[in-house]
């Protein structure tokens, strides 16, 4: 399974209301997670099951969608927020990952 | 405190064979299903293998399928992978990580180490 995410590179403000998208080459069931990291470091687990968010992970992060359209949007954007996010699907192996949306001031 | 640590990584030549390991403490290792997964310098991700509780059920990407075996050793709390056959393409940081659960709806990894680089040139 192909995941497809846009924007590749998203240029942003700390304020901004941002979305990421993730597409996938068929249906995968809702099973979908969204990963944060920060350059040098390992990746974190923001949100799975497409839509539930990871403990510990403040609530300006939301996942949705179904199908094979996924969305990852942060509201009001924060200075810690800039990073790389990755989504993965688990619907199937072999698992497979997006290609990162990289997201700057 | 979750931890997950890798170890095993190094110069290799091309050709040649690396054995990761992946030491876990801080959680009941055996009922965790567990990933390797690798990032070369500058690009995404790319999930590698998985193993299941047991070690019944295993997992490859295409890309090391015939080359890489993932294995654990529940006693010891340690994830494995050997490598075989290593070319300048695996060259990368690989990192272990610990599954939510052992189902489908559990196979996020909520817990990653910091990786361990592997560099194949000659």
């Known amino acids: 399974i192909q995941l497809t995410q846009s924007p590749s590179f998203l240029s942003a403000s700390v304020g901004d209301r941002v979305t990421i998208t993730c597409r996938a080459s068929q249906a995968i069931n809702g099973y979908l997670a969204w990963y944060q990291q920060k350059a040098g470091k390992a990746p974190r687990l923001l949100i799975y099951?497409?839509?539930t968010l990871q403990s510990g992970v403040p609530s300006r992060f939301s996942g949705g969608g179904s199908g094979t359209e996924f969305t990852l949007t942060v509201t009001s954007l924060q200075a810690e927020d800039f990073a790389t996010y990755y989504c993965q699907q688990l619907d199937s192996y072999p698992l497979t990952f997006g290609g990162g949306t990289r997201v700057e001031i | 405190e979750v931890q997950v640590v890798e170890s095993g990584g190094g110069l290799v030549q091309p050709g040649g064979s690396l054995r990761l390991s992946c030491a876990a403490s801080g959680f009941t290792f055996r009922i965790y299903a567990m990933d390797w997964v690798r990032q070369a310098s500058g690009k995404g991700l790319e999930w590698v293998s998985a193993i299941s509780t047991d070690s019944k059920s295993r997992y490859y990407a295409d890309s090391v399928k015939g080359r890489f075996t993932i294995s654990r050793d529940n006693s010891k709390n340690t994830l494995y992978l050997e490598m075989n056959t290593l070319s300048v393409e695996d060259t990368a940081r690989y990192f272990c990580a610990k599954r939510a659960g052992e189902t489908a709806t559990t196979r996020q990894a909520d817990y990653w180490g910091q990786g361990t680089l592997v560099t194949v040139s000659s």
């Open positions: 099951a497409a839509s």
